[in-house]
Structures are given as structure tokens and as C-alpha cells.
């Protein structure tokens, strides 16, 4: 008797029907071993019949399939929004940064070249090593060298400020609310 009741309490639960808190409340007792006070039975008298009707075979498994269904709809939400925030969320969060993470590695690649190419130049033949530094060739056809270490400088300068604004962020969104 106690299995079917419990049963049915699950049932009323995922039909989100009764007082879900007394319900779980009374779950939790039966669960346990502990016997319903009068109350509480009383309550299951009214609440069974009304939400899971008579306790025959077919409206039993009529009921279990309704609630089946209303947990499959549940899941099925679930996971849409799981691959909503996955597809926008994740996608864009990283896409941005990788992007701008890539232009300035490619753009500190292309300023630090009066570095580099003493190092290059053993490895790399020397009609070569001008293609190695794109950036600065365009940058040079152009006459406007200084641009290239301008616009590395802006982006280094850029990351700080990223990296303060995603911490803010961060810490604002693991703030206990208060009720």
C-alpha cells in the first residue's frame, strides 16, 4: 500500500497538480517509513481520486502515461535551452575573443619583426622573409610604418580591459541575491 501511495504522490507531482510542497513534504515521510498523521491522509483521500481518478489498471497507466509525456516535454525544454545557450552563448563568448585573440598575435607577429628576423633569417631564405612579415610589407607599400606598432599597442592595451569587464561580470553573476 505504502509503494502505491508513494507512486501515486509522484504522479500528482509531475502532473504539478496539489500543493507541491505538501506533497513533497509527504513523500518524503512515506520514503522514510514514517507513518501519515490523519491530516496529511485525509489530504491523499481528496487529492488521489481528484487528479489520478479511480485506482483501476487502465486509468493507473493512463495517468502514468500523461505523466511520461508531461516529463518527456520537460526534458525536450530542457535541452532546447541547453543547446540554445551552448549555440549563442558559448559560440559568441569564445568566437569574439579567439578572433581578437588571433588579429592581435597576427599584429604583434608583424611589429616585433626587427626582432624576429635576425632569428628568422638563418631558417628562412632572405627573398622569402619579407612575406613572412605581411602586415608590415602593406604597411611600408603604404609609408605608414609606425601604424603597425600603433595598432598592436591599442590592442595589447584592449585585453586589460576585456579580461576587468568579464571579472566583473563573473563576480556579479555568483552574488547571492537576497529575497
Not at 619579407?130 to 591599442?154: D, E, K, R, T
Not at 585585453?159 to 566583473?168: R, S, V, Y
Amino acid at each position: 500500500m505504502s509503494e502505491d501511495l508513494i507512486g501515486a504522490i509522484q504522479q500528482i507531482i509531475i502532473l504539478g497538480k496539489g500543493d507541491q510542497g505538501r506533497l513533497e513534504y509527504l513523500l518524503d515521510i512515506l520514503q522514510k517509513g514514517r507513518p501519515l498523521p490523519d491530516s496529511d491522509q485525509k489530504y491523499l483521500q481528496v487529492m488521489i481520486p481528484l487528479y489520478l481518478g479511480s485506482q483501476d489498471p487502465e486509468s493507473y497507466k493512463k495517468n502514468a502515461e500523461i505523466a511520461v509525456e508531461k516529463l518527456h516535454e520537460e526534458v525536450r525544454q530542457l535541452d532546447e535551452k541547453i543547446n540554445k545557450i551552448q549555440r549563442k552563448g558559448f559560440e559568441k563568448y569564445v568566437g569574439r575573443k579567439a578572433v581578437l585573440f588571433f588579429v592581435t598575435v597576427f599584429v604583434g607577429w608583424n611589429a616585433l619583426q626587427p626582432y624576429l628576423q635576425p632569428i628568422l633569417s638563418d631558417f628562412v631564405p632572405t627573398g622569402v622573409l619579407q612575406y613572412v612579415f605581411p602586415l608590415n610589407l602593406a604597411a611600408s607599400y603604404l609609408n605608414h610604418g609606425p601604424l603597425v606598432w600603433f595598432g598592436f599597442l591599442i590592442l595589447l592595451s584592449s585585453w586589460p580591459f576585456i579580461g576587468a569587464i568579464h571579472l566583473a561580470k563573473f563576480i556579479a553573476s555568483r552574488k547571492i541575491s537576497s529575497p
